[in-house]
C-alpha cells in the first residue's frame, strides 16, 4: 500500500472552517493541482445539509425515546457556536467544503466524502466521556451561551474547532480527544488510501486539527485501526454514577417494601407522599425552567416519582414527548436554529425547547430522586443499614 501511495498524489488542504483566507486557499489549490477527484471532510448526512442549505428532518420523538436530547442538544450547539464565529469574518461554516465542491464540479473531478457519520462519531464522543467530563463539558457548553470570546481565525488554522472544544481534556480525557480527533484522521486517511485505488491525484480539504493525523496514517497505513471498528457503537459503559442510581432506586423499593410489611398505612402514605412531591416537583421545576407548556410539566410533575423507580423510562421523555405533541416541531425550525442570533431566539425555537425540556426535566428528576430518597429514609426512621443487613441475610438463608 505504501508503494501505490507514494506513486501517486494526494494533496491535503488544512482549513479554518470559519475563514474567507481557507475558502480562496481551496480554490487555489484545486485549480493549480486539476486533480480527478476532490476529497471533503464531510460524511453524507453533512453533505446533503450543506448542498441543500438545510438539515434533514429529524424524528424528534425517536430521538427522545432513544434518550439521545444530549446528543442532539450537543450537534446543535456545536454548529451554533461555529455559525456565531463564521459570522465575525463574513463566513458560514462549511464555506470551505462548498467551494471545494463547486470547483471540483467546475473541473469535472469527482467528490469524495471521507469523514465517519456525525451520528457515530457524537455517540462514541459521549460514551467515552465520564460524568465529571460530561458536566465539564455541560458548564462550558452553557457558559458559552452567555459570553462572547474573541477568536482567533489563524490560530484556528492550526486546530480544528472541535478540537478546540475539547482542547482542555486532552490531558484529563484522552479518550474524548481520540474519538473526535485521531478516530476521525485515522478514518479519513483509510478512506483516502482507498481512493488511491481508483484515482492517481487527489485534494483532500480537511479541517487544520486533521492534517497532521491523516499525513501521519498515510506515511503508516498499517497503524490504521480496523474501519469496523471505528464504526461500531457500544453501549454507554457502566459507571459508578450509575451504579449509585440503581442503588438508591433499590433502597427506595425496600423501604417501601419494609413499609408495606409493618401494615403502617399512615407512614406508607405519607412516605409516598414525599417521594411524589419531591419527585414531581423537582422534575417539573426543571421543565419549567426551560419554558415548558403546561401540560409537560405537568406530566412531568404526575409521573415522575414512577420513572424514577423504572430505570428504562426517564420524566424527561414523557415531558419531552408531550412537549413534542404540542409544539409538533418541523425541519425548518431544525434549520432556524443555525440562524438563532442569541439564547432567546434558540429557546423560542420549537425543536431546540422540546429538547431542552426533555434534559432538564431529567436533571430535575434526578436530583429529585437523591434528595426524595433521603428525605423518606429521614421520615420513615429506618435503620438502612440494619434493613440492608437483614434482607441479605434473608436471602442467603433461602439459598
Known amino acids: 500500500m505504501e508503494g501505490e ?21 481551496v480554490e487555489e489549490t484545486i485549480e493549480r493541482e486539476r486533480p480527478q477527484a476532490v476529497a471533503v471532510e464531510l460524511c453524507y448526512k453533512r453533505y446533503l445539509a450543506l448542498i441543500k442549505g438545510e438539515q434533514q428532518d429529524i424524528p424528534i420523538t425517536e430521538a427522545i425515546k432513544r434518550g439521545e436530547t444530549h446528543l442532539l442538544l450537543f450537534q446543535l450547539l456545536l454548529s451554533y457556536f461555529q455559525r456565531k464565529i463564521g459570522e465575525e469574518y463574513g463566513v458560514k461554516p462549511g464555506d470551505e467544503m462548498l467551494a471545494a465542491i463547486n470547483k471540483a464540479k467546475e473541473i469535472n473531478a469527482d467528490v469524495i466524502l471521507i469523514d465517519r457519520d456525525i451520528t457515530v462519531t457524537l455517540k462514541r464522543f459521549w460514551n467515552s466521556l465520564s460524568i465529571v ?7 462550558h ?60 491525484h487527489v485534494v483532500a480539504v480537511v479541517g ?70 419531591i419527585n414531581g416537583i423537582l422534575a417539573a421545576l426543571g421543565a419549567i425552567i426551560a419554558r415548558a407548556h403546561p401540560l409537560s410539566a405537568l406530566s412531568a410533575f404526575l409521573l415522575a416519582w414512577l420513572t424514577s423507580l423504572n430505570p428504562t423510562i426517564a420524566a424527561g ?31 423560542d425555537n420549537k425543536f431546540f425547547r422540546v429538547l431542552m425540556v426533555a434534559a432538564l426535566t431529567n436533571v430535575g428528576s434526578m436530583i429529585g430522586t437523591f434528595v426524595g430518597a433521603y428525605v423518606v429514609i429521614q421520615v420513615t426512621g429506618i435503620d438502612i443499614v440494619n434493613t440492608l443487613k437483614e434482607s441479605f441475610s434473608n436471602i442467603l438463608r433461602v439459598f
Open 5 to 25: 501511495v507514494e506513486s501517486k498524489r494526494v494533496v491535503i488542504v488544512g482549513t479554518a472552517h470559519v475563514s474567507p483566507k481557507s475558502i480562496r486557499e
Open 133 to 139: 467530563e460530561k458536566l465539564k463539558l455541560t458548564y
Open 141 to 200: 457548553l452553557i457558559k458559552g451561551l452567555f459570553t462572547k470570546e474573541e477568536v482567533d481565525v489563524d490560530e484556528m488554522l492550526e486546530e480544528d474547532v472541535l478540537e478546540l472544544l475539547v482542547k482542555e481534556f486532552r490531558e484529563i480525557s484522552p479518550s474524548a480527544a481520540r474519538v473526535l480527533i485521531d478516530e476521525r484522521d485515522a478514518y479519513m486517511a483509510a478512506n483516502l488510501l482507498r481512493a488511491l485505488h481508483k484515482y492517481d
Open 208 to 277: 487544520a486539527g486533521h492534517k497532521k493525523g491523516i499525513e501521519k496514517y498515510l506515511q503508516n497505513p498499517a497503524k490504521i485501526p480496523d474501519i469496523k471498528e471505528l464504526e461500531e457503537v457500544k453501549e454507554s459503559r457502566i459507571n459508578l454514577f450509575k451504579i449509585f442510581g440503581y442503588a438508591v432506586v433499590s433502597v427506595i423499593i425496600l423501604i417501601f417494601a419494609v413499609l408495606i410489611s409493618t401494615l403502617n398505612s399512615e407512614i406508607i402514605i405519607k412516605a409516598f407522599l414525599y417521594w411524589f412531591l
Open 317 to 347: 421523555w414523557v415531558s419531552g414527548l408531550v412537549e413534542a405533541w404540542i409544539r409538533k416541531p418541523t425541519a425548518k425550525d431544525l434549520q432556524k436554529i443555525s440562524k438563532a442570533s442569541s439564547f432567546k431566539d434558540l429557546m
